[in-house]
């Protein structure tokens, strides 16, 4: 999977354990642009620790010659379908190290879709805003702007009521199988026109959230409507360890019930418990140009915009 790294350096294949360091160098480069942290250390373990992220395969770690960890790279595959999530995570000294190791997730992503039948790749990276220098490597290797995800928070200071349920609705958590089916049923019907979304079935939606540190099935809300599954919201302790924070994870509603409330509703719910949790806020992230009023929703509910993140694309 390596291309043509510079002599001096040593490369080799991510461990669980090293979820640390990893954590380390992609904390040092979100300080110099966005100036703060913004993965936590579980995140990094998660996606270690996914059983969809092939340890052997699909990352490169990179240390120079004190062993220095210097650069971080990886391609993710979304489902079974042509979409890859790829990032470059490169230590200041050592920005030559900066084209190689685009080149090397790019062919990874190649090989992963061309495993997975397709005979192209969609490649997708996440950058912030503000990260000019990052943008412009991605310009000039044919990746273009393709939507944008906007952070959100509601800030919890002081008790935050209940909503009244809704006439016919019932509201149930997911420490079942049943409601965990259900839920992912809903969530696949709900978000089946986004933007980079994959379709996945139940065992392997299942094992992702099973897998990650921050999944609580409690905090899974399945809503039916006179007995039927019609809306749901996963939230997540994400943000719990550094930001004293809910996450809402996924908020889906079948499309043939919606404009009815269950969307706010079901927010609205989620605020109560996270304050009732003692928590100071409710992050989400949101497509600002999916094709239903997310946004405006978010925002009606008393949400704000901290930090926007822009998806660049190229299909190769």
Known sequence: MTTSIPAGYVTRRPRAGDAPRIHELISLCDVQVIGKADMTLDDVADQLNDPSFDLGTDGLLVHDATGRLTGWAWAWRKGAGDNVDIDVVVHPAAPELTGPLWDTVTERARRITAGLGHDRAVVDIALYREDGAKRAVAAARGF???????????????????????AGVTVHDGLT???????????????????????????????ELASSASTDWSQLALARLDGEPVAMLLGTDAFL?????????????????????????????????????????????????????????????????????????RTL
């Not at 273009?144 to 809704?166: I, N, Q, Y």
Request: charged letters at 25%; aromatic letters at 12%.
């Open 144 to 166: 273009g702007a393709a939507t944008t995800f906007v952070r959100l928070r509601a800030d919890h200071t002081a008790p935050v009521r209940h909503p009244a349920l809704p």
């Open 177 to 207: 199988e049943e409601v965990r089916r259900q839920a992912h049923a809903v969530e696949q019907a709900g978000f089946a026109e986004h933007f980079g979304f994959a379709p996945k079935g139940y065992d392997e939606w299942y094992d």
């Open 241 to 313: 360890g550094d930001e004293n924070c809910g996450y809402v994870r996924r908020l889906a509603v079948r499309p043939g019930f919606r404009g009815r409330g269950l969307g706010r509703f079901m927010l609205r719910r989620a605020f109560a418990e996270d304050a009732g949790r003692g928590r100071a806020g409710t992050y989400l992230h949101v497509d600002a140009n999916n094709g239903t009023p997310a946004l405006g929703l978010y925002l009606s509910v008393g949400m704000r915009q901290v930090l926007a993140i822009d998806v660049w694309r």
